[in-house]
């Protein structure tokens, strides 16, 4: 996963397919585990799911998981560049009324940034 800290308080997670997603959900937890201990804020976070192609189960259990950590410290999420075939599995399972969803990086950067 590609993790760049766009500012002191975001950071943009570009993930891949599995198994390289489950990868790279523990690098992003991570982050989350240093704020939930207070060695940094609690950042907001970008999912960038463009070059994700399917999700699975428990890809979807390591998003929830995110999302309800991030809440509890006061971080927020955004979800971005869905492709079609992920976008059926997440309107399948409803997620889309749990997240919020961008049509691209800038859109979901600047949603943080208006919204802060």
Same mark, same amino acid.
């Given at each position: 996963m590609s993790l760049n800290e766009w500012s002191e308080d975001i950071v943009i997670a570009e993930t891949r397919d599995e198994p390289v997603f489950s990868e790279d959900m &523990? &690098?992003?937890?991570?982050?989350? +585990? $240093?704020?939930?201990? %207070?060695?940094?804020?609690?950042? *907001? @976070?970008? @999912?960038?799911?463009?070059?994700? *192609?399917?999700?699975?189960?428990?890809n !979807?259990?390591?998003?929830?998981r995110l999302r309800k950590r991030l809440a509890a410290g006061g971080g927020r999420l955004r979800?971005?560049?869905? &492709? $079609?075939?992920?976008? %059926?599995? !997440?309107?399948?399972?409803?997620? $889309?009324?749990?997240?919020?969803?961008? +049509? $691209?990086l800038a859109l979901a950067i600047a949603s943080l940034q208006l919204e802060a």
């Amino acid at each position: 996963m590609s993790l760049n800290e766009w500012s002191e308080d975001i950071v943009i997670a570009e993930t891949r397919d599995e198994p390289v997603f489950s990868e790279d959900m &523990g &690098g992003l937890m991570s982050i989350v +585990d $240093d704020a939930e201990q %207070g060695s940094r804020e609690m950042p *907001d @976070v970008v @999912v960038n799911l463009a070059e994700v *192609d399917y999700l699975n189960s428990s890809n !979807i259990a390591q998003l929830l998981r995110l999302r309800k950590r991030l809440a509890a410290g006061g971080g927020r999420l955004r979800i971005c560049s869905v &492709g $079609d075939q992920v976008w %059926g599995v !997440i309107l399948v399972t409803g997620l $889309d009324k749990l997240f919020e969803f961008h +049509d $691209d990086l800038a859109l979901a950067i600047a949603s943080l940034q208006l919204e802060a």
